[in-house]
């Protein structure tokens, strides 16, 4: 789909298609960084087991994260939230949820749109969807471009699932049973690991759908890439269940398995967390 999509895309002068975040000169000095991304089917778990304000979290972290990963400084975002017939209260949770995470970062929750689409949603279903836009100097924007062979990679705790797949995780959940705390945990906020890795880091990856396997290569350059050590970290319980289940081949690509944040680096520091290095 990536490939079909790239003509239209980059047809319009947009720059660095399949990035986290797509990038847009402000200036001469300055880039816009924005990204879209939605909860997914998370929403049905959560909303059956009173969880909906932690999927707002999901869509907030999610999204931010994903600005974050250029080195940006996110500003504002706006979401969207559709349904079947809206109820009120799930969209407050929802909005109240990613308020939250936003106020954290810093960011403005500056608008959105909510629609009422029963001939596309089946009833009791909903949505919710979003985007983030930053801002990062041209001299500061990390984009992988420097990293090379004998690089670190640096790996941080995931708080759990996060928001990607559910669609396996809810099969699952047909055949075993699981009410862990890591099961529903919101997208952990990787903000202020970002900021603290400026000036050391030379790329970052948001650990979503995909898992590492999926998203480390997206920002490394051509005839770079990752060798992870799977055992350099211990996984949540979330994933030993998991793991019950589905092959572990299908959990790397499926899960974040317990590492929801990446990042490359010349040389790791006292306390880090290495997970591999670039070959």
Same mark, same amino acid.
């Given at each position: 789909m990536v490939g079909r999509l790239r003509a239209a895309v980059e047809s319009t002068g947009a720059k660095g298609f399949g990035a986290f975040a797509g990038l847009h000169p402000l200036d001469d000095h300055r880039l816009l960084a924005a990204s879209t991304d939605g909860v997914g089917t998370k929403l049905m778990l959560a909303r059956k087991r009173g969880r909906l #304000?932690? +999927?707002? *979290?999901?869509l907030a972290a999610h999204c931010i994260n994903d600005v974050v990963t250029t080195g940006a400084d996110p500003l504002m975002m706006l979401d969207y939230v559709a349904a079947n017939t809206i109820d009120l209260s799930e969209v407050a949770d929802? =909005?109240?949820? $990613? $308020? !939250? =995470? +936003? #106020?954290t970062a810093g960011v403005a929750l500056v608008g959105g749109e909510t629609a009422e689409l029963p001939g596309t949603y089946r009833e009791g279903e909903l949505d919710f969807a979003g985007t983030c836009v930053g801002i990062v100097d041209r001299d500061k924007l990390i984009d992988g471009s420097t990293v090379v062979p004998g690089d670190?990679?640096?790996? /941080? &705790? @995931? %708080?759990?699932?996060? $928001?990607?797949? /559910?669609t396996l995780a809810r099969k699952v959940l047909e055949t075993e049973d699981y009410d862990g705390p890591d099961l529903l945990a919101p997208t952990r906020l990787y903000l202020d690991v970002a900021r603290s890795l400026r000036g050391? *880091?030379? %790329? /970052? %990856?948001?650990i979503t759908g995909g898992g590492i396997v999926g998203n480390l290569p997206r920002v490394? &350059? !051509?005839? +770079? @890439? &990752?060798?992870? @050590?799977?055992? $350099?970290w211990e996984r949540l319980p979330v994933f030993d269940w998991l793991g019950r289940h589905v092959a572990e081949e299908e959990m790397r690509r499926v899960f974040n398995l317990g590492i929801g944040w990446c990042a490359v680096v010349a040389e790791a520091q006292p306390g880090e967390i290495v997970i591999g290095r670039i070959v």
């Open positions: #304000r932690d +999927c707002g *979290a999901d929802l =909005v109240d949820g $990613a $308020a !939250e =995470v +936003c #106020r670190l990679i640096l790996g /941080f &705790p @995931s %708080a759990g699932i996060h $928001a990607n797949g /559910f050391r *880091a030379k %790329a /970052f %990856a948001h490394l &350059p !051509e005839g +770079c @890439s &990752p060798e992870i @050590s799977w055992n $350099a």
